[in-house]
């Protein structure tokens, strides 16, 4: 495996009112919407009024929350039927999700519309394929990101607060899980190697969030859109999509894929996981022999600061010290166990044992505020 990838969107465009560039994509076109309920009494009739406006008719399909077949077929129904030019996701990452499916399996051009910043899927090329009972069913490489993605900033800043705060919780893991990957001269994304652009990529999105971040979040109390807040939306969407996919993925998001498995840890939000994986990763890595002890410092007072978990007591299951290492134990063998995880991008080999330690250390960490030992 020798060749460099990175993939971006087409055309990634942020900002107060940024949705008024749709009806310039869109004029005197056919466009399909796929959106749910809540989206399309927020946004959704607005847009499909003023696109006729402009002399482009959007069609609708009612989306229950799932990106399941029927949910593909519906759309696939729509576009079959009509001459549709744009299939449109708007919202949340399901919604998005099955566009995207349908992108693939059409060929139609695909815009993106992202209604909260709570995980790095918008600008994606991956979606996932789930039962009608939310069981994981396949993931489709659809080989291209999105021709557009459009994240107006005047919609995001209304979204709850904690949405974006998990965004973050997401975008801190891309930069060290790249950095493993790129250790172990594992595949990204892509299937290639990452380009010098993509690891810069990661690592300004890290920067910006533990930069601008705190600040972000105070400006989203007061609904408030000030250069910070945009540019942890930048962090959140762009920089960490195209950041993930082109630097790749490893332990962060290969345990927290195990976690979904535990009905203790299972309901916590994508980013809540993800960032107590992370904290789980440089752990480990200080474990053996590489020294993050700065990042985990930083990280634990950026967590503390923001609201993010990194240890059980903070979102997981409440039980003794015996049940939670029982717990850890069942995820740690179930990520090691499935040689299609992430955890087996990092740079050296890993035990069950190795990997329950440094999830029961993410306590003391909590409790010190850094790594000792
Ligand atoms: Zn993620």
Same mark, same amino acid.
Not at 113 to 142: F, K, M, N, W
Not at 145 to 158: A, E, H, K, L
Not at 180 to 204: I, Y
Not at 299 to 309: C, R, S
């Given at each position: 495996m020798s060749l460099y990838i990175i993939g971006f969107p087409g055309k990634y465009i942020q900002g107060?009112?940024?949705?008024?560039k749709l009806y310039e994509i869109i004029k005197n076109k056919k466009a399909v919407m796929v959106a749910d309920d809540l989206v399309w009494d927020l946004v959704g009739r607005t847009i499909t009024e003023k696109a006729a406006g402009v002399g482009a008719e959007v069609f609708r399909t009612k989306f229950q929350g799932e990106t399941t077949q029927k949910e593909l077929d519906a759309l696939l129904a729509i576009c079959k039927e009509h001459e549709i030019s744009y299939i449109i996701g708007i919202g949340g990452g399901k919604a998005l999700d099955t566009a995207r499916a349908g992108m693939h399996f059409t060929g139609i051009p695909l815009i993106i519309i992202p209604t909260v910043a709570s995980t790095d899927a918008p600008v994606s090329s991956l979606t996932g394929l789930y039962s009608e009972q939310h069981e994981h069913l396949c993931t489709i490489r659809t080989g291209r990101n999105p021709n557009f993605v459009i994240v107006d900033t005047s919609i995001i800043i209304n979204a709850p607060k904690m949405s974006f705060v998990y965004g973050m919780g997401d975008a801190l893991s891309t930069y060290f899980e790249a950095e493993a990957v790129r250790l172990s001269g594992k595949e990204n994304g892509h299937g290639g190697r990452a380009l010098r652009m993509g690891t810069a990529l990661c690592k300004l999105c890290l920067d910006t969030v533990l930069e601008y971040g705190r600040d972000a979040v105070k400006a989203l109390e007061k609904k408030e859109i000030t250069p910070a807040f945009e540019a942890v939306l930048e962090a959140n969407i762009l920089l960490s999509g195209v950041g993930f996919e082109s630097g790749g993925l490893a332990l962060a998001h290969g345990l927290h894929a195990a976690m979904t498995g535990d009905p203790g840890f299972a309901p916590a939000p994508h980013g809540a996981k993800v960032a107590f994986c992370t904290m789980v990763q440089l752990i480990l890595e200080t474990m053996n022999g590489q020294d993050r002890r700065g990042y985990i410092k930083t990280l634990a007072a950026f967590y503390e600061d923001v609201g993010l %978990?990194?240890?059980?007591?903070?979102?997981g299951p409440t039980g003794s010290d015996d049940d939670l290492r029982e717990r850890y134990r069942r995820m740690a063998e179930k990520a090691l166990n =499935? %040689? =299609? =995880? $992430?955890? $087996?991008?990092? %740079?050296f080999p890993m035990t069950v044992d190795m990997l329950v330690d440094a999830m029961m250390k993410t306590s003391e960490v909590k409790k010190h505020g850094e790594y000792q030992g």
């Amino acid at each position: 495996m020798s060749l460099y990838i990175i993939g971006f969107p087409g055309k990634y465009i942020q900002g107060a009112g940024a949705l008024e560039k749709l009806y310039e994509i869109i004029k005197n076109k056919k466009a399909v919407m796929v959106a749910d309920d809540l989206v399309w009494d927020l946004v959704g009739r607005t847009i499909t009024e003023k696109a006729a406006g402009v002399g482009a008719e959007v069609f609708r399909t009612k989306f229950q929350g799932e990106t399941t077949q029927k949910e593909l077929d519906a759309l696939l129904a729509i576009c079959k039927e009509h001459e549709i030019s744009y299939i449109i996701g708007i919202g949340g990452g399901k919604a998005l999700d099955t566009a995207r499916a349908g992108m693939h399996f059409t060929g139609i051009p695909l815009i993106i519309i992202p209604t909260v910043a709570s995980t790095d899927a918008p600008v994606s090329s991956l979606t996932g394929l789930y039962s009608e009972q939310h069981e994981h069913l396949c993931t489709i490489r659809t080989g291209r990101n999105p021709n557009f993605v459009i994240v107006d900033t005047s919609i995001i800043i209304n979204a709850p607060k904690m949405s974006f705060v998990y965004g973050m919780g997401d975008a801190l893991s891309t930069y060290f899980e790249a950095e493993a990957v790129r250790l172990s001269g594992k595949e990204n994304g892509h299937g290639g190697r990452a380009l010098r652009m993509g690891t810069a990529l990661c690592k300004l999105c890290l920067d910006t969030v533990l930069e601008y971040g705190r600040d972000a979040v105070k400006a989203l109390e007061k609904k408030e859109i000030t250069p910070a807040f945009e540019a942890v939306l930048e962090a959140n969407i762009l920089l960490s999509g195209v950041g993930f996919e082109s630097g790749g993925l490893a332990l962060a998001h290969g345990l927290h894929a195990a976690m979904t498995g535990d009905p203790g840890f299972a309901p916590a939000p994508h980013g809540a996981k993800v960032a107590f994986c992370t904290m789980v990763q440089l752990i480990l890595e200080t474990m053996n022999g590489q020294d993050r002890r700065g990042y985990i410092k930083t990280l634990a007072a950026f967590y503390e600061d923001v609201g993010l %978990p990194y240890c059980a007591a903070d979102f997981g299951p409440t039980g003794s010290d015996d049940d939670l290492r029982e717990r850890y134990r069942r995820m740690a063998e179930k990520a090691l166990n =499935n %040689p =299609n =995880n $992430h955890i $087996h991008k990092m %740079p050296f080999p890993m035990t069950v044992d190795m990997l329950v330690d440094a999830m029961m250390k993410t306590s003391e960490v909590k409790k010190h505020g850094e790594y000792q030992g």
